[in-house]
T-cell receptor, first 110, second 117 residues
Framework: GQQLNQSPQSMFIQEGEDVSMNCTSS?????WLWYKQDPGEGPVLLIA?????ELTSNGRLTAQFGITRKDSFLNISASIPSDVGIYFC??????????FGKGTRLHILP | EAGVAQSPRYKIIEKRQSVAFWCNPI?????LYWYQQILGQGPKLLIQ????????DSQLPKDRFSAERLKGVDSTLKIQPAKLEDSAVYLC???????????????FGPGTRLLVL
């Protein structure tokens, strides 16, 4: 079945640093999604991308839909303590289920 | 606007026992999903409902898992009998599909954390 490779698995950064994570797939997707999950909560949608090459921002977050439609990345600028959590990429083809990556765990050192 | 509600939030049972989870989606959302999230993994779709009909249950272990959405609103997911490997967070999500082929946004509930001993 379809699988997403999300990297890195975990990150330890200093507050104020920029963060970059990415997701690759062997299959083409029509939609790329980025979610954040806090402990004890369900995932919350951060950014949705619907067109190849699309670059979308949401505050300090920026995500891009790869030209090949097989990858996407998420950048977080000037990280703050509340950015701690697990970030999931997800891909979806028309009429099909959403496939999630295994997540990137972001830790911020004081 | 109220979000997706789930109960209970936590459940501990012994293997071979039965357990049921409840979900109330966002008002007006026709599509409801149940996901299983094992520790260290992303959510995996178990079943998708469109109103009270099943759209996709290809990844639901039907020998022990069942789900229903009789009136097209609330839904229950049942495991009978539970196994150790069923320990996971069970997430419910809902969406309001704008139309065929158009993107959707799924809104997740807080999940039910199940521990099978």
């Amino acid at each position: 079945g379809q699988q997403l490779n999300q990297s890195p698995q975990s990150m330890f950064i200093q507050e104020g640093e920029d963060v970059s994570m990415n997701c690759t797939s062997s299959s083409i997707f029509n939609t790329w999604l980025w979610y954040k999950q806090d402990p004890g909560e369900g995932p919350v949608l951060l950014i949705a991308l619907y067109k190849a090459g699309e670059l979308t921002s949401n505050g300090r977050l920026t995500a891009q839909f790869g030209i090949t439609r097989k990858d996407s990345f998420l950048n977080i600028s000037a990280s703050i303590p509340s950015d701690v959590g697990i970030y999931f990429c997800a891909g979806q083809s028309y009429g099909d289920k959403i496939i999630f990556g295994k997540g990137t765990r972001l830790h911020i050192l004081p | 606007e109220a979000g997706v509600a789930q109960s209970p939030r936590y459940k501990i049972i012994e293997k071979r026992q039965s357990v049921a989870f409840w979900c109330n989606p966002i008002s007006g959302h026709a599509t409801l999903y149940w996901y299983q999230q094992i520790l260290g993994q992303g959510p995996k779709l178990l079943i998708q409902f469109q109103n009270n009909g099943v759209v996709d249950d290809s990844q639901l272990p039907k020998d022990r898992f069942s789900a229903e959405r009789l009136k097209g609103v609330d839904s229950t997911l049942k495991i009978q009998p539970a196994k150790l490997e069923d320990s996971a967070v069970y997430l419910c999500a809902s969406s309001s599909r704008p139309g065929w082929g158009l993107p959707e946004t799924q809104y997740f509930g807080p999940g039910t954390r199940l521990l099978v001993l």
